[in-house]
């Protein structure tokens, strides 16, 4: 019998070192999902009301049941996480331009300040705002005393208390994000503009956007991943119809006993949070290239 | 006159990001001490106390849920560590084939819906006996620990030169001494992150625990969510129990910033 060199040796020990991480991925994660695709089309039934065989009922379901309630749900989805995306780069890139620009007195404060809700998990944040938005939380009563408006600020068809919770919630990715790269842009740039007579808001449009056009997009991205996979914020601010997607699975699966739309849907899910993911990956790797 | 304009604007500015940072964490705080808040006097409760801190529907559960979340995020963030240090080390240290397909999939948990792989366990679990026990509750939540202090582990891998294993090596170490007598000592700020995410990661987790525990192991976020309406609604108490998973999180968090190098913020195999 050989006997092995040291480097085998070492290439052995590696291997079993780094063997209880991927016995515990493939059997936690890869084989589920596999599971999951396979599911969706009929060739595995590990639960009840799933096709014997292939099948393509689920999809045909999903993008063709009469007034498309899937289709339906998924475009809330998309829009309402699309815009909770918009508005909390917005404010973070507003901030940090703020931080940029007027350089406050109290800077240090203002940055631990915006990190803040990053640290609040996402079930407790959901309910910190569900108490200002429910019909007798702080926002409602303002709204109703000052403006005689009584509108549903959460659990609405609007998405109202989504959108505001995860505004909240992601602002500080995008805050952190653009605020480090103004941070790195070489002070000459803003000088010589200003020299030639630039006033802030040519500064704003001529040089820091276009430097950090790659930051915004790839925060925008980033924030739109987790808003878009999120349960906690749905679970808590949703409504009933239109459904968050994430709740739809959780209705059809967990509620109604219908796996295969559960499976279905989470395969479109998947599909689209992976492309979303990918675009993340492609804009961090232009931005490392410029 | 400018000056006095820009001091105005600057707290203007800073007094409105407070607000906006901080009246929904008051807004909970304020529920959670509220003894009585009638409609009618909406701005401020009309009495402040502990009433809801001693509760008895409170404290009838909070011992089994705080058992339930502390024992089950501790084994979490020991059981994570350890797989984490030994994986950690091959990919930090190490150059081999499929090092990037490994880098992919060990971010995978970021980039797929919880609920998914929630669905996907339930019949599996429940085949093979996992289905509400404890066991069965802490492997889903390592799923999503174990990115998170991955990175953390491998950035403090990073941060230590190779030139120190080889030294070890040439003295004649093995692969096992090198890596408790020097890889150890030298990486335990970022395990101490590490341990620290997937602890306050276990201690949060809402969805994978409501499928695959519930009712029988049921923590903290879950009593909360149901007193948002699940069985009924009980702001007040909810809030309470919201102030036991903020506080020790937020601190926790605070600490592990202390102790990550900026190579493990950096986060990422590739």
Known sequence: MKKRTGIQKDLIIDQLLIAPFTFFYVGMIIIPLILIFLSSFGLVHLTTGIPKGFSLEGYRRFFFTPRYPYLYAFAFTFLVTLVATILATFIGYILALFLKIRKPKWKNFFISMMRLPLFVPYLIASFMWWTLLYPKGYLSMILKHFFGLAIPLTNDPLGIGIILCAAWMKFSIAFNIMHSQLEMLPPDLEAAARNLGANTWNVIKRIYFPLTIYGVLSAAAAIFLSVFIAFSIAFVHGTSWPRFLSMLVYRDAVERGEWLMGYTISVIYIVVAFLVSYLYMKILASREVR | ?270
């Open chain 2, 1 to 270: 006159m400018k000056k006095i304009r820009k001091i105005v604007f600057d707290s203007l500015v800073i007094i409105f990001i407070s607000l906006y940072v901080f009246v929904p964490i008051v807004a909970m705080i304020l529920h959670a001490f509220a003894e009585k808040w009638y409609a009618w006097h909406w701005w401020f409760p009309q009495k402040l106390g502990f009433k809801w801190f001693k509760d008895p529907m409170l404290l009838g559960e909070i011992p089994r849920a705080f058992f339930f979340s502390y024992t089950i995020a501790i084994v979490v963030s020991l059981v994570t560590l350890i797989i984490t240090f030994s994986a950690g080390y091959v990919l930090a240290t190490k150059e081999f084939k499929g090092r990037n397909i490994m880098d992919q999939i060990a971010n995978l948990p970021f980039a797929f819906p919880a609920i998914v792989l929630g669905i996907a366990l339930l019949p599996i679990y429940s085949r093979i006996g996992l289905l509400r026990t404890y066991w069965g509750v802490i492997l889903v939540h390592m799923v999503g620990a174990i990115p998170y202090t991955l990175r953390a582990v491998i950035g403090s891998f990073r941060s230590i030169p190779p030139e120190m294993e080889e030294a070890a090596r040439n003295l004649g170490a093995t692969k096992f001494v090198t890596l408790y007598k020097i890889y150890l000592p030298l990486t335990w700020p970022g395990l101490i992150a590490g341990a620290i995410f997937a602890f306050t990661w276990s201690l949060n987790e809402f969805v994978l625990t409501l499928l695959l525990g519930f009712p029988t192991i049921f923590t903290l976020p879950v009593n909360i969510a149901q007193y948002m309406g699940e069985y009924f609604l009980s702001p007040q108490r909810a809030a309470v129990l919201g102030l036991f998973l903020l506080i020790p999180t937020v601190a926790s968090l605070l600490i592990a910033e202390k102790y990550l190098t900026p190579e493990s913020m950096g986060g990422g195999l590739g």
